[in-house]
């Protein structure tokens, strides 16, 4: 296989690397808008659906790498990369890695990837495979690392999902990704457990999910809170219900677990760490303050 990226005159002609479900859903997106696809699995099997679609199958990952310019490596994780791209010449070529990794396994492919002649960007995906290439789905992808192959290729890599670029350390996107995720868990985690309190009574749980989705909706500016405190370096600014009030509150969160008979082990990390804050004399503060602990500031 030759290199057909010069020639094209149409859309960009892409390799696709891994051919699971978000794989899949990518391939599907690039070739719905006319990208010639290359694609190639470790298990040829999982490909043969994308061939009846258009694809051009690849015997080898190191024939896909071939066939294009632009690269896209979706693989289980960082180690495939590695082990899929082992004998391939990436001279000259531009790799972009949707893996799921982090941000120190990014900087250290994007490290392999120039030593190997190619330009590099990572990327992290905020979507689930069924939002990909869906009009108004919201789905987007975090890339950091090499500006000028984000530039080149931008209005490809937007097919399937929305672009952010995050910056040139190739660490970024995969942080962004990760900080993000690590919010979502924390929500996910108070969703538990408030269901959880309410569950022993005669509370229809799809009547308590609009309060609760109101209610989450309406705390989460608190957000611009904190980076507005961490910015200027004030815990205290802006301040409405301080810590000394939020410790004390605690005790009737975790007095009514108690009596709902619901374990408090989703919430007992959380407020061990504000009332070490509060022990260290700030009570005057929000919360923003405990990043600092978690920091190990």
Known sequence: MTDNAAAQTGPTPLTLLGTGAMGTALA?????????????????????????????VAASAADAVAANRLVVACLLDDASVGEALDAADLTGRD????????????????????????????????AVP?????????AYVFYSGSAALFEEHRATLAVPAGTTYVGADPGFAALHDVALLSAMGGMFAGITHAF???????????DFAPLLVSWLTAMAP???????????????KDVVSNLAMQVAGN???????????????????????????????????????????????
């Open 251 to 297: 005790a009737t969160l975790l007095r009514t677990a108690e009596e709902q008979g619901v374990s408090v082990e989703l919430l007992s990390p959380y407020m061990d760490l504000m009332e070490r804050r509060l022990a260290g004399g700030h009570g005057d503060e929000g919360t923003t303050g405990l990043i600092e602990l978690l920091a190990g500031r």
């Open 95 to 126: 790799l972009v890695n949707l893996t799921t990794g982090t941000p120190a396994q990014g900087r250290s492919r994007a490290t392999w990837a120039e030593a190997r002649g190619a330009r590099f960007l990572d990327g992290g995906i905020m």
């Open 130 to 138: 069924p939002m990909i290439g869906a009009a108004g789905s919201g």
């Open 28 to 56: 599907r997106a690039w070739l719905t808008a006319g990208h010639p696809v290359t694609v190639w699995n470790r298990s040829p099997a999982r490909a043969e659906a994308l061939a009846a679609e258009g694809a051009t």
């Open 222 to 236: 608190m957000a611009h809170q904190a980076a507005d405190q961490l910015e200027s370096g004030d815990y205290g």
């Open 196 to 206: 959880a309190l309410i569950r022993p009574e005669d509370i229809a749980p799809k």
